[in-house]
Structure formats: C-alpha cells, structure tokens
C-alpha cells in the first residue's frame, strides 16, 4: 500500500502560481503511475494530470496543457504539480493519487488517494 500526502495548496490572484506537492510512503513508489485530480464545489471530480513511473511520459487533460505541469522525483516519493497562469476556474480540492502499473490511461484505477489540498484563486 502507499500512503499520499499533499501540500502547497493555498490563496493566490488570477495569474499566478503555485506548486503541489505529494509525498508518498512506501518503498515501492517508483512502480506507481501518479496522478493529480481536482474537484470543484458542486462538481464532479475531474482528471488534471498523471505521470509514468519514470517521468518519461505525461498526460493532461486537455484543458490544462501548458499551464500545469506534473513531475516526480523518485528519490524522494513525491510527485509535483506546477500550475501557473492560474484562473479562478482552477479553485479546487486538488488530489493526488496513485495507480499500479508504469503507464497511464484513461481506464486506469487509481487506488491510492490523498486527502486533499484546497486551492483557490482570487479574481
């Protein structure tokens, strides 16, 4: 199993940016594909971006390419969300997750979830 913690979440003006972090338990990390989801109030919970276990290979919603990006560093069990050119649209309990296997899909199970971090951006 594998225990996920996220921080880096916050208040910041339409523009701006921020950095999410999740820090993973475990020794086995590097064999997890990663994700990040957010969920809006009054929403359903939607696909931001994941990560393969190695970093090689991204994927993002469609949306949000250009202005996220996600990373992971190995060596520390943690997984990296960098948002920037941030909107008001992006406020959001942001989530990350965990998946076994290397590679992502958008059929994968994620199993592993986070508690979440409350992002928000002022207009």
């Known amino acids: 199993q594998v225990q996920l913690v996220e921080s880096g979440g916050g208040l910041v003006q339409t523009g701006g940016s921020l950095r999410l972090s999740c820090a993973a338990s475990g020794r086995t990390f590097s064999s997890y594909t990663m994700g990040w989801f957010r969920q809006a109030p009054g929403k359903e919970r939607e696909f931001v971006a994941a990560?393969?276990?190695?970093?090689?290979?991204?994927y993002y919603a469609d949306s949000l390419k250009g202005r996220f990006t996600i990373s992971r560093d190995n060596a520390k069990n943690t997984v990296y969300l960098q948002m920037n050119s941030l909107k008001p649209e992006d406020t959001a309990v942001y989530y990350c997750?965990?998946?076994?296997?290397?590679?992502?899909?958008?059929?994968?199970?994620?199993?592993?979830w986070g508690q979440g971090t409350q992002v928000t951006v002022s207009s």
């Open positions: 990560i393969s276990w190695s970093g090689g290979n991204t």
């Open positions: 997750a965990a998946a076994v296997g290397r590679y992502y899909s958008p059929r994968k199970v994620f199993d592993y």
